[in-house]
Nanobody
Framework: QVQLVESGGGLVQPGGSLRLSCAAS????????MGWYRQAPGKKREFVTT???????NYADSVKGRFTISRDNAKNTVYLQLNSLEPEDTAVYYC????????????????WGKGTLVTISS
């Protein structure tokens, strides 16, 4: 049994900053990658950023230079630093992770958190 729990969402003004956290817990054997997606009101879920266990990162063009993903492997936690926020960044932000459990360490699958709401408004 494994799960992901996001935290840190809230209301900020345009140009402001926010830091999101996502902690994986449970019977984890390995985590090969963790990342963030978001879903704005009335829109489909979109990719934001990912980081692998070796430190490789990818960012959506819309957030490059503004958002930073980081990962603490020892804590099974991923963070997302959101800077220079724009109203268009308003969305529910979902954490995801590709993980294998101790019970089945050779089978990795993608898990999702339930999301945390980020609202940018003046």
């Amino acid at each position: 049994q494994v799960q992901l729990v996001e935290s840190g969402g809230g209301l900020v003004q345009p140009g402001g900053s926010l830091r999101l956290s996502c902690a994986a817990s449970g019977s984890i054997f390995s985590i090969s990658a963790m990342g963030w997606y978001r879903q704005a009101p009335g829109k489909k879920r979109e990719f934001v950023t990912t980081v692998t266990s070796t430190g490789s990162t990818n960012y959506a063009d819309s957030v490059k230079g503004r958002f930073t993903i980081s990962r603490d492997n020892a804590k099974n936690t991923v963070y997302l630093q959101l800077n220079s926020l724009e109203p268009e960044d308003t969305a529910v932000y979902y954490c995801n992770a590709r993980m294998a459990t101790r019970e089945d360490p050779y089978y990795a699958m993608t898990y999702w958190g339930k999301g945390t709401l980020v609202t940018i408004s003046s």
